[in-house]
């Protein structure tokens, strides 16, 4: 192995270790202009003899920051008059809200017995004056928060025809316990758990495509080897334990292989192997550096970074090995590649000064920067597309970011202590 790629592998563990339908034209129509759709959004009213205020508004709260970070709508939470005789018999006067300048409404009920909770959703269309969409949910007082997350999921399906993303959650590595374990939270920085707890470093955690197992490499003992263990479960079983670095893993679409970074030939090579590390089919070859490999949506394609220009840089080969070519021309240095779920772009990051997302076409073409403010990377899409996930340092430790996909609206999400880093998305739902 060259000196160069000798200090290409540091410089990258260092950063490793520290840090279509007829809903859709309705918004064309509603919204000329491409403005964004005014969405009043009113706590849901009790109904039953328990009230709860801090619940209802915290739903409240819920759904206006999902639907605000779609990039759709202006959500702004509303209180109005409480209903007389429930949901489904107290119509809507439609003359104030339209007046008020509002497009949608979001209304709703709760009641509570104990701890079991009913409640019910319903989404208006102001300026046709109906009802688009109405779910009822039925569960215990903790899951509150999923199924007002669930309902904005609802309210993009209903507009849009595609569901959104705001019931999957974002895995992610934290240094909160003194070591690097790994952490699952919603996806706006809510509810966060404790998943690893060898008291090791756990880093470039990958989430599989049915959202049951996380793979992930750990030094617990010594080696940076690549582990796999179920969401639900305490066992880490080892996938790659082989000599030298076993890193950056990423799962197929299909969940039947494993994408990740090996040394064991001298210098790194991008292997596949099977779900439990056996049958390991070598595809590139090359005195250079190779790793983070990233599928494309269909499992055709695999990105990855290589120094064998000098700098690393991002290439694509078809997923046997075959057809390596640079993929972004631009910039001296670019990592963590992405593919978008339709495959269409992919986000990265790029030293410039500092690391900073990007984003460019499936054919490296039209790059556009997202962030411009303190040192960015890692970025990851959501599962519907409307949203990237990152890590930034800014002005302190490292956090996990979300923007939407053109850059806008990014919001430190995470709220351990400590640094919080290489953010991924679960499946939606999960």
Excluded at 132 to 144: A, I, N, V, Y
């Amino acid at each position: 192995m060259s000196f160069l790629q000798r200090m290409f592998l540091v410089c990258l563990l260092v950063l490793l270790i520290q840090h279509n339908s007829e809903a859709a034209n309705y918004i064309e129509v509603t919204a000329a202009g491409n403005r964004l759709l005014k969405l009043a959004v009113v706590p849901p009213q009790p109904m039953g003899a328990v009230i709860r205020p801090e619940l209802a508004n915290e739903i409240a709260e819920v759904h206006s920051f999902d639907l605000t970070m779609s990039g759709l709508f202006a959500a702004e939470r509303r209180d109005a008059a409480p209903l007389v005789n429930g949901l489904s018999l107290t119509p809507v006067d439609f003359v104030p809200w339209l007046s008020a300048g509002y497009d949608l409404l979001i209304r709703g009920e709760y009641e509570l017995r104990g701890q079991e909770l009913t409640l019910e959703f319903r989404l208006y269309d102001l300026v046709a004056k109906k009802l688009l969409t109405s779910k009822r949910f039925l569960g215990r007082e903790k899951d509150l928060r999923r199924y007002a997350h669930s309902f904005s999921d609802e309210v993009l399906r209903a507009l849009t025809g595609e569901k959104g993303s705001f019931t999957s959650k974002i895995l992610y590595v934290s240094n909160q316990t003194g070591n690097k374990e790994l952490f699952l939270m919603d996806w706006d920085g809510v509810n966060s758990q404790q998943l690893t707890s060898n008291r090791s470093i756990n880093i470039s955690p990958d989430v599989s495509p049915d959202g049951r197992e996380v793979i992930f490499t750990s030094y617990k003992r010594g080696n940076p080897d690549l582990y796999k263990r179920a969401l639900s479960s305490n066992l880490e079983v080892p996938v790659s334990s082989r000599s030298g670095l076993n890193i950056t893993g990423a799962w197929s679409p299909d969940g039947g292989r494993i994408a990740l970074a090996l040394s064991k030939d001298g210098n790194t090579e991008i292997y596949t192997v099977a779900k439990d590390g056996s049958a390991p089919n070598r595809l590139t070859v090359s005195h250079a550096a190779n790793l983070s490999p990233a599928w494309s949506p269909d499992g055709s394609k695999l990105a990855f970074v290589s120094d064998r220009l000098g700098r690393p840089q991002i290439f694509t080969m078809d997923s046997n090995g075959g057809n390596v070519r640079r993929l972004i021309t631009s910039g001296s240095y670019n990592v963590n590649p992405s593919w978008s779920p339709k495959g269409d772009k992919l986000a990265f990051a790029r030293m410039a000064g500092g690391f900073q997302i990007f984003v460019a076409n499936a054919d490296g073409g039209g790059e556009i920067q997202l962030t411009f403010e303190g040192n960015n990377e890692r970025p990851r899409w959501s599962p519907d597309g409307r949203l990237i996930s990152f890590s930034s340092r800014r002005g302190g430790q490292e956090a996990v970011y979300v923007m939407r996909a053109d850059g806008s609206g990014q919001t430190k999400v995470s709220r351990t202590k400590g640094l919080s880093q290489h953010p991924v998305w679960t499946p939606m739902g999960q």
